[in-house]
């Protein structure tokens, strides 16, 4: 019996149906994960796990966070425990019966080593069966026959880079998270965490937050007029675009007479290139730019993916590779709902030439659509996410747009004026994604000396703007730029930040305890909210792939420079306790009491141990309401326009934060206390 072994029950269902020919039978129960048919008189059986089969864990006598000091975690053991032990005893069950194995996971880091976690258990109860290693990148038909045609072996560099992220991000999160827990006396459920990767990353949001609060903004004046030529209408700014006096800009704008002359215009044509290929980073931060979540976004380009629709993924790459067949994939996709057509429009142009970006790695190529798609098939943000991903492609292999823009020169009574019109004239690539494409702005046609007449005339007076907060997908591209996490992690760890309520909101807004967490980590161990130890420790493991480096090696220089930020901090250990506990004090101050004007903040009922709003000046006031009992819960810095009670945000693993105020009995309760709506399961973030 041959026995293939996936990294998902999906994708288990896939490669049976795609090498049986459509004969492949679900064996088992409804939880069961495996598929049979027959190959050339022999029996073959795909079996699906759920990703990783083993984790990385402390022995027992580690396990107590009271008794133990976080410094003995460093050089402590580190022990594999069964993941899914239902799975792992089905996959030792076939894995002795089987003359042959393949491993079919995921090719990248997280993949190999799940795969060699695999080989491993196999191993404990058939030792002599050949284990080999089919590759590929999507799961078609072509992909996934060539790869079982051409199977290699396991690449051991870098399933022994994954397990080195693995390990260190263990040593690194245990021991940063009890300190910072243990000092600030926050345990069990209330823990505080801190890691090599998410503490950067934090200090990125907290570090921009501090600019915001400091800035100061400066007060200008602009000046703008509604002009008319014949029956058109357009808009013109005086050339100094921002005045900082009044009285300046008050002097121009009483000069403003009923007409004025165009003294000149000028037109220019400018070339908007293509996009490059999508890979993981840029893929995730155009799905954002949709107000889709980057960890949403990623959950469904994988079961996308699992189903056949899309390429892998999780890619760095965006040079598509010699070998994929452009035609082809147009060809894939050419009965799809509103992109078929598209690409039946690229087909017919004849020779297809696609761009590149910067970035070329030969383990997968860019991410790109693989199957017809029926939009009656799929969810809407399934649809939403393949269609993106199809349209990129296409825009790939399409031409520049074209765009004009003009600028004309107004005199108004000796006032200097200038308007500015910009539209598009060659649509290009815009054609087939059209998600960049802003609004034209086109002016009248105009020309030296012609007469415009004043139709409306305004002085605005503005502040400066502070920097602006980072989205999930700006944050994304800051993290991929400075060497933080991976195409595979980055989103995750983003998603981290929330559900553990240091962020919150769209931009992303550290909370108090966020803030108090990572400033004390920065003036106390900088180490830890720099990025450039992260990235360093990124280049090593990238070394272990190359087989430059020893998984030994790095790992053990990733103890040593933990020991040393240990040093540090218990050193500063006072100091640190108490800066994260006086800022902690911000995220339970909910807002003013209505009725005394006194502070309500989060408070726990002695008998009951349920959580509830308070006033801080009891026994005087005694005015309380109810909390939600789970998630997080932090303060909005607003009031409900209708009842005047504070407003929060609950922040609930899993689930969409949610928003309320405070007053039971407020007549906007029915619509804001309630949940957001159950969402489809292929919509729904997947547990792992």
Known sequence: MKLIVTEKNQTAKRIAEILSGGTAKHEGGPRSTVYSYDENGGEVKSVGMRGHVLQVDFPEEYRSWQEVEPRSLIDAEIIKTPKEKMLINTLKRLAKQADEVVIATDYDREGELIGSDIRDLIREVNPEAPITRARFSAL?????????????????????????????DLIWGAALTRFISLASNRLWQKFLSAGRVQSPTLALLVDREAEIRAFVPEDFWQVKVTLSHGPDQFTARHKTDRFTEEAAARRAFDRIGSEGKVTDVKTRERTLNPPAPFNTTAFLTAASSLRVPPARAMDVAESLYSRGFISYPRVDNTVYPESLELDGVLRAIEGSDVVGPLAAELLAKGELKATRGKKFSTDHPPIYPTGTARRSALSDLEWKIYELIARRFMATLSEAAMARSTRVDVDLSGEPFVARGDVIVSEGFLHYYPYPRKKDDELPALSEGDTVNVVDKDLEAKQTQPPARYTEGVLIQKMEDLGLGTKSTRHNIIQSLVERGYVYGSPLKPSETGIAVSK???????????????????????????????????????????????????????????????????????????????????????????????????????????????????????????????????????????????DPDCPTKPKREAPPAQEKESDAPKAE
């Open 520 to 662: 004390a980590l920065e003036r106390h161990a900088t180490m830890v909210t720099s990025p450039d130890m992260t990235s360093e420790l990124e280049r090593d493991m990238d070394a272990i792939v190359d087989g430059k480096q020893t998984f030994e090696v790095v790992v053990d220089r990733s103890r040593e420079v933990l020991g040393k930020v240990l040093d540090v901090m218990e050193d500063k250990k006072e100091e640190i306790s108490s800066e994260i506990k006086e800022g902690m004090r911000g995220d339970t101050v909910l807002g003013s009491c209505p009725d005394c004007e006194g502070e309500l903040s989060i408070k726990t009922a002695k008998k009951s141990g349920k959580r509830f709003a308070g006033c801080r000046n009891y026994p005087d006031c005694t005015r309380t309401y109810p909390l939600p009992q789970r998630g997080g819960i932090m303060p909005m810095g607003e009031t409900c326009e209708e009842c005047g009670t504070p407003r929060i945000r609950v922040v609930t693993k899993g689930r969409r934060p949610w928003e309320l105020c405070l």
């Open 140 to 168: 078609t038909s072509k992909e996934i026959n060539d790869a079982f045609n051409e199977l290699g072996m396991l690449d051991e560099n870098l399933a022994r880079a994954g397990e080195a992220r693995q390990d260190i």
